[in-house]
Nanobody, 129 residues
Framework: QVQLVESGGGSVQTGGSLRLACTASGYTYARHCMGWFRQAPGKEREGVAF???????TYVDSVKGRFSLTQDNAKRILYLQMDNLKPEDTAMYYC???????????????????????WGRGTQVTVSS
């Protein structure tokens, strides 16, 4: 059974930092896309940052230069370092995984939600001005 468990959310002031973590279990942590999505109240969920199993990363423009993805493959943990946080970053943050692709599948990682088969329950990030 695949599980993704997020942690690290909280409340900070503008300019502060948080580090989110997502621990994955139940599948081979390889040849996959991992991503962070967020949903603010009254808004649609949006993709934020994405990483593949060889650490190629993609960020949406609104977080470039402020957010950074890393992962510990041995521990199966994905991290999202968020610096210089702004009130508009306030949202529930969700970790997602495509699961492992077959060996012959070529893939790139991005914000298409339909590609992500597994989702965590989310962790709240609140940034106050």
């Amino acid at each position: 059974q695949v599980q993704l468990v997020e942690s690290g959310g909280g409340s900070v002031q503008t300019g502060g930092s948080l580090r989110l973590a997502c621990t994955a279990s139940g599948y081979t942590y390889a040849r996959h896309c991992m991503g962070w999505f967020r949903q603010a109240p009254g808004k649609e969920r949006e993709g934020v940052a994405f990483i593949d199993s060889v650490n190629v990363t993609t960020y949406v423009d609104s977080v470039k230069g402020r957010f950074s993805l890393t992962q510990d493959n041995a521990k199966r943990i994905l991290y999202l370092q968020m610096d210089n946080l702004k009130p508009e970053d306030t949202a529930m943050y969700y970790c997602a995984s495509t699961g492992s692709f077959r060996a012959w599948v070529e893939y790139t990682c991005g914000p298409e939600e339909s590609r992500y088969n597994y989702w965590g329950r989310g962790t709240q990030v609140t940034v106050s001005s």
